[in-house]
């Protein structure tokens, strides 16, 4: 994770753009007042969205929970044929 002040980006942006967007890097940017912000990559954003939203409801992420758990421990497990 890399962090800069508002100026550096400015005179750095492309290349600060393309750390984030192509070595999937977070960047900080340091605003003044402290009201720094995080740079992602999109893809990142929506796997964090899509995680949030799937451990929202306390019965959906026991759900979750438990299938994990049942793959550790290779309990209750079904093979199902794969129709083409």
Same mark, same amino acid.
């Given at each position: /994770? &890399?962090?800069?002040?508002?100026?550096?980006? =400015?005179?750095? $942006?492309?290349?600060?753009?393309?750390?984030?967007?192509?070595?999937?890097?977070?960047?900080?940017?340091? =605003?003044?007042?402290? &009201?720094?912000?995080? /740079? /992602?990559? $999109?893809?990142? @954003?929506?796997? /964090?969205?899509?995680?949030?939203?799937?451990?929202?409801? &306390?019965?959906? =992420?026991? =759900?979750?929970?438990?299938?994990?758990?049942?793959?550790?421990? &290779?309990?209750? $497990?079904?093979?199902?044929?794969? @129709?083409?």
């Amino acid at each position: /994770m &890399k962090a800069v002040n508002y100026s550096e980006l =400015r005179q750095n $942006l492309k290349t600060s753009l393309d750390a984030v967007a192509n070595d999937d890097e977070l960047l900080i940017v340091h =605003r003044p007042k402290g &009201k720094s912000i995080v /740079m /992602m990559p $999109l893809a990142a @954003f929506n796997a /964090m969205q899509e995680t949030f939203h799937l451990t929202n409801s &306390k019965a959906n =992420r026991q =759900r979750l929970e438990e299938s994990v758990e049942n793959i550790n421990t &290779k309990r209750n $497990l079904f093979q199902h044929p794969i @129709f083409e």
